[in-house]
């Protein structure tokens, strides 16, 4: 009776002292305190080990760590961005007085003539397919899409797009209160991507890379009191073609994109003029 009654009060004593101490000894018996302070809940811990061996009896809980798997092939859909567009207008002063006869040059627009509206005029992409490709350990990675690059180009001057003038490009007599040129590829981009912390949806990465175009639809609209709204669908002496250099820096889904495209926006075969357009804007992208 005396041994049991002292066991009841040491048990009593183990439990006070589990509130407090990580391992409790009590004759043969050993507790051991979890790690944490809800045990029950299975969202947070699991039971590691309760066996008994020989007399004494342990009872321990750990954390579940899980570490996010990262795949060596990501896909992402239907992405985007959204920035300012501008160009470098190398043209030279007075390109096509060489070339027409004085009245049609006296039409064709000067480098300043042909200055964009900088808050106007953007660039928009969406991107319908995008995939990263792991090529050593999440830390260097291959990024490629295939989406559509638009340009709208809004110019300050009055400045018209035809298919059916000989420079495609003339000076016009009225004025606009929206004129701007749409262009619009289908293009294929590639980079290599650095990624400081893979696995996680906070680290820094960026990319540096190339982008392919192929021009798909040119169209100039314009909106004025004397002609209204009015669109003009064509080449307009456009190069088919775009090469640009690209880049982008972001931490997490956030992410800081430009690019500058290596060739003419015109078409040199055809044309003098000499644009080259670049971009910076944001892109929401998974990597």
């Known amino acids: 009776m005396k041994q049991t009654f002292l066991l009841l009060i040491g048990w009593g004593l183990a439990l006070n002292a589990i509130a407090q101490n990580d391992t409790v000894r009590v004759g043969k018996m050993v507790i051991i305190k979890s790690t944490i302070e809800n045990p029950v809940d299975s969202n947070k811990s699991s ?7 020989g007399s004494p009896i342990q009872l321990s809980f750990e954390r579940n760590n899980k570490t996010k798997q990262v795949s060596n092939i ?28 004085p009245n049609i040059a006296a039409s064709i627009p000067t480098a300043n003539q042909l200055k964009l509206n900088n808050l106007k005029s953007s660039n928009v992409n969406v991107w319908f397919i995008k995939q990263q490709v792991n090529l ?28 059916d003038i000989p420079a495609k490009i003339k000076m016009d007599d ?17 980079q290599l991507n650095f990624n400081t912390n893979p696995g996680s949806k906070h680290g820094l990465n960026g ?71 670049y971009t910076l804007g944001v892109r929401f992208s998974k990597f």
């Open 174 to 190: 009225i004025s606009f209160s929206k004129n701007k040129l749409f262009v619009k590829y289908l293009t294929v981009p590639v």
């Open 207 to 277: 990319s540096i890379g190339m982008s392919a175009g192929y021009l798909l639809k040119a169209r100039n609209k314009q909106i004025s009191e004397e002609r209204g709204k009015e669109k003009y669908n064509g080449t307009f002496n456009l190069n088919n073609w775009r090469l640009a250099t690209i880049g982008e820096i972001g931490i997490g889904t956030f992410h800081i994109y430009g690019s500058y495209s290596r060739t003419n926006l015109f078409d040199e075969n055809v044309s003098d003029l000499k644009f080259f357009p």
């Open 47 to 53: 039971v590691k080990e309760f066996r008994k061996i």
């Open 136 to 163: 050593s350990k999440h830390f260097l990675n291959l990024n490629y899409a295939i989406g559509l690059e638009m340009f709208n180009l809004r110019f300050e001057q009055p400045v018209s797009f035809r298919n």
């Open 74 to 101: 990501s896909t992402s859909y239907f992405e985007w961005d959204l920035g300012f567009a501008n160009y470098q207008n190398e043209t030279p002063a007075n390109t096509y007085t060489a070339y027409y006869t």
